[in-house]
């Protein structure tokens, strides 16, 4: 492979090439930080990067770790996510802008054990809540990464690091994974420790990363959960693939249900294709997950919104913690309650259609652009709260001509979304192989 | 009431008094202050108390808070539990002696808010795992207070402040209860946000707190969720109070049993007892809690376990995180899939039988001497992994006469746990308050 080309490699690629002595760990970080120098003035991914910091990491782990899964992959941390070695601000500069912790968060801790160079921090929206930039998308810097995960979507689909943590609460792994062409992997509720991940909203929070191969999602759910199998291998039977029926069209661009309709097509001839009616009580959970938002988050920022100063929130944070404030706690309890049968409900679906994953629109729309984006997370929020996994990939590009708002020629990623069975990542992981192989593409971003 | 008795005021009484202005902030602060100076030498409830300190916090209040719930009234906060103005050690001094987090933990910021007057941290075990001191029992400081909420559960035992914060993953709420004498309560899971507690295992860490009386522990839980009426009143029925046949009676000592035979001889005069055999698998799931503590601590300890120097962490933590890393994560899955079964049984058992409360064991002995304590919460973890609310309050004294071991006859609360259905808090705490005007008894500490 060419050197200038390192920053392409797949963590796995990159870890096996170095366990064979055929990289070097300082020299596979010395690639990206160029890659990282050459794109962030524009990408603007990172909330704390230090190229010296980053070298200094590299040389560490290749003196000190001898083994270990990741030994040698720079990865990205989403800013809500503590370390000991370099600020967390949460995305609330005004608050915790100088905010040192004095510890790792237990992926960092467990990414570093098995190797991994923390290359730095990258851009969260303040608290992981909502708002967009300063990141910008890689395919077009003046469209929108989508958030909150921005930062960590957008430096791994610009190829600044082949792994980076996020978080998911509403759709803030899934949506950015969608707009900004890495693969997202939403875990199964609780599987992956979240210490030291802030809270927005703790029945919801999910700690996940972004990647660009099934088999890096993998590596890095390996290191995570102690498995060393967890993700590997091909699916035990050949898969049998759901689509709901029944979706409100007008809740997704045209182009959105094109390109679910192209992989169902695509996935025709090899695989058992199984419909199911959606019920209306499954789209109805998006509804249940913005009530468990906002009773949960007005409590997690309970100090500052009452302790601190008025500008330390944003106004946007105020009004969700005040509005909050006002969710009577029958309403909350009526949303955990409908959350729990949502969860029965899909189980039963599984089971009784014997199917491994449904496949579903990943966002509503393709990347918008910065001054429009909004939050719609219609096709995230249900899954949040039905606590399933879900993996995000691009399936293929949409090419935009120009126009008097916007005068090149874009090519913007679109693709689907795999939501698996509570628990059952593992399995997941293996039908999204499976499915990666047969509907996946790596988009490179634009040059400019 | 005489000025000497007003650490014997609850929460309730005294917020009462002081908003009828009978009673002072500072005043009644003051008075709690000479109690825990008096009585804090031998008990140790305290990780940080300085009494200038809860002084100023008291002035504080009564000069900026103008109404609020707990206005003036002083709560203790377990160690774990991070505040802005005291130190927040987890128990864990070699590493976090001088801590001082940036922030109220959400709890700790919703008291304030309600006025309440942070009196100091209370000693909790090393990240509220397993070990005992250092304080002790207040009914015989040769006896344990149980863990890990040591210092909450002896503080509100021994009338230093009328509610403390606790946090229960495996019994660390309901067995201090038990063997310190104040009722104890761990909500549903997940109703009070965690948000600034340390975790220990995720899936089962549940914020919880101490009182001497059910309308307190309802008077925090109404700000907690910020529904003034959560907890009061009566229940809406006639209760029916289950008791579970078939226990393994070598689980507990005979006393324990005896006392839980007299509550249900005097309920039979006045409410509906119901008998249910308890089924082996809800027995079964105390191992599933040792199973998800076992996984998940070894995580959430991950950075001070790889990072630190070895003696950061006790040997006792560093010996749960190593098991922990070995626990296969197929026998995690298994054990949450059983916790979700367990869940739905003991549903079932509470429709089908018609139940709104069980009565079990709070703790399987009474308080153990100091040098005989272990952690056996076969009595607690059951409860604690299957997520419903349950109390624990004391119903009587055991008086144990001299021995050539104890040279003094010393009196020791025993009592019961009520187990409610999940997220049925408010009523569970209805049926707890109609069981207490039945029931319970506060045993005043010995004077030494």
Redesign the interface.
């Known amino acids: 492979m060419a050197r200038d080309d390192l920053h392409k490699l797949t963590a796995s690629e990159a870890a096996a090439l170095i366990r064979r002595k055929k990289l070097g760990v300082v020299e596979y970080t010395e690639a990206l930080i160029a890659r990282i120098e050459a794109r962030e003035p524009v990408v603007r991914a990172w909330q704390h990067f230090a190229a010296e910091q980053a070298r200094a990491n590299a040389r560490w782990v290749e003196r000190n770790v001898t083994e270990g899964a990741l030994r040698g992959v720079p990865i990205g941390v989403k800013d809500i996510i503590e370390t000991?070695d370099m600020p967390t601000t949460y995305g609330a500069l005004p608050l915790?802008g100088e905010?040192r912790p004095?510890?790792?968060?237990?992926c960092?801790?467990?990414a570093?054990?098995a190797g991994a160079v923390v290359m730095g921090k990258t851009v969260t929206s303040e608290f992981a809540g909502y708002y967009t930039g300063p990141s910008v998308n890689p395919h077009d810097p003046t469209r929108s990464t989508a958030f909150s995960s921005m930062g960590s979507a957008a430096a791994v689909g610009d190829f600044h690091v082949p792994l980076a943590f996020g978080s998911q609460t509403g759709g803030s792994i899934i949506r950015p994974a969608a707009f900004c062409g890495p693969i997202g992997y939403m875990p199964s509720y609780?599987i992956f420790?979240?210490?030291?991940v802030h809270?927005l909203a703790?029945?919801l929070d999910h700690l996940g990363h972004f990647a660009r191969a099934i088999d890096d999602v993998a590596l890095l759910g390996q290191v995570?959960?102690?498995?060393g199998r967890?993700g590997m291998g091909a699916p035990g039977r050949a898969p049998r693939i759901g689509f709901f029926t029944g979706w409100d069209k007008r809740q997704a661009q045209p182009v959105i249900w094109e390109t679910l309709e192209a992989a169902r097509a695509s996935l025709g001839k090899v695989a058992r294709i199984v419909e199911v009616k959606l019920p209306k009580a499954l789209f109805a959970m998006n509804d249940h997950c913005l009530t468990l938002i906002r009773y949960?988050a007005a409590?997690?920022f309970?100090?500052?919104?009452?302790?601190e100063k008025p500008g330390g929130l944003s106004n946007t944070m105020r009004d969700l913690v005040r509005d909050g404030?006002g969710v009577?706690?029958?309403r909350y309890?009526e949303a955990?309650?409908a959350a729990q049968a949502g969860r029965a409900l899909l189980a039963g679906l599984f089971k009784e259609h014997d199917v491994d994953v449904f496949l579903t629109p990943s966002a509503e729309c393709l990347p918008q652009l910065l001054e429009e984006a909004i939050s719609r997370s219609v096709f995230n929020r249900l899954w949040t709260i039905l606590h399933v996994p879900t993996i995000a990939f691009t399936t293929g590009t949409v090419t935009l001509k120009p126009t008097p708002t916007q005068p090149k020629t874009v090519t913007l990623p679109v693709g689907i979304q795999i939501v698996g069975r509570s628990?059952r990542d593992h399995e997941t992981l293996q039908v999204s192989r499976w499915l990666e192989s047969r509907l996946a593409c790596v988009v490179e971003p634009m040059n400019w």
């Not at 004095?102 to 237990?106: F, H, I, M, R």
């Open positions: 000991k915790y905010h004095k510890w790792d968060a237990s960092v801790a467990l570093r054990q609780g420790n979240t210490t030291g809270n703790p029945s995570l959960t102690g498995d967890f949960e409590r997690t309970a100090h500052e919104y009452f302790q404030l009577p706690r029958a309890l955990i309650e628990l």
